[in-house]
């Protein structure tokens, strides 16, 4: 997960607002990261819960959804927007996850401009990853009755709306409504949280020693030098500029997990098709050759 704020001159709200809500919110993450009283489950738990409080799960599944959202009856939104909040949770902390070191002091996120329109804001920062350098996150936000919440997150471009936009949208087009809700709960299982909460327990684990026995004392620099955990695999099975050829793929790919990304930063967006995650490169190996057993231009493409 130091402020330069650009804020727009016709925003009503206070300047800042937006990047305080977000610096309030690693605070509270860190805290929880930290405390030595709280089991690993505990602190998954807590930060679920911090996640639930600063997303606006109606609106981002509103977003999400698309123009199908107008036409659900007031249970169905509700229904959907729990589910979707489920599934947001996993995919924000997931993302994190694989990406954040944590040092002593916590995750460390660099606030580096915020820009707010009406009632609508956006906040870029940078995250410390366990690699070399930072990534940047977007947060996209509304403010509504309890203040500036974010409906949608972009980490290097790629957005979770567009990402399960696209996701949606093939599912519509080729059934019914009640067809996304049961995909959806699939999504929220039990087996998919318990897969989601494997992939968070590095940021659920923070910075403390796995092995009982006493630490040895270590210079303080010792976790800058100490080696970045490995991040997970993703297999690319395909890039397109219509969403409806990535859609055909994703169709095919039903034995897979798969997670769609739509990028930013040109005219036409490309919509990946990834599969994955895997622990390391010779479990992706094995995948990508039985996908190209099937027909499939597949490579490792993100580490």
Do not use: C
């Not at 807590?46 to 639930?52: C, E, F, M, S």
């Amino acid at each position: 997960m130091a402020a330069l704020l650009v804020v727009a001159a016709a925003a009503p709200a206070r300047a800042g607002e937006p990047t305080e809500t977000l610096r309030k919110f690693f605070d509270r993450a860190n805290h929880i990261l930290l405390s030595p009283e709280t089991t690993a489950e505990g602190r998954l738990t807590a930060l679920r819960t911090l996640v639930g409080e600063v997303f606006d799960a109606r609106q981002a599944a509103a977003l999400a959804v698309g123009r199908q959202w107008d036409s659900r009856t007031p249970v169905e939104r509700e229904g959907f927007s729990r589910l979707y909040a489920d599934v947001l949770e996993g995919a924000y902390l997931g993302g994190v996850g694989s990406r954040a070191r944590v040092r002593g002091d916590g995750i460390r996120a660099g606030f580096e401009s915020e820009v707010v329109q009406g009632r609508q804001a956006t906040v870029v920062t940078t995250l410390e990853t366990r690699g070399s350098g930072a990534v940047p996150v977007e947060y996209h936000m509304q403010r509504g009755e309890r203040g500036w919440a974010v409906v949608d997150v972009a980490v290097e471009g790629w957005s979770l709306a567009r990402s399960y936009r696209a996701q949606f949208q093939h599912v519509l087009q080729s059934g019914t409504y009640a067809d996304l809700v049961a995909r959806l709960r699939d999504k929220a299982s039990a087996s998919t949280l318990a897969a989601i909460a494997a992939a968070t327990r590095a940021v659920a684990d923070g910075p403390r020693a796995t092995s009982p026995a006493p630490a040895p004392v270590l210079p303080p620099n010792a976790a800058e030098i100490a080696p970045p955990a490995p991040a997970p695999l993703w297999i690319q099975v395909g890039a397109f500029r219509e969403t409806e050829t990535a859609s055909r793929l994703v169709e095919s790919l039903r034995a897979y997990r798969v997670m769609v990304t739509t990028g930013s930063g040109r005219a036409t967006p490309l919509t990946r098709v990834l599969v994955g995650p895997f622990p390391d490169r010779a479990a992706a190996a094995l995948v990508v050759k039985e996908l190209a057993a099937r027909g499939h231009r597949a490579f490792i493409a993100v580490e």
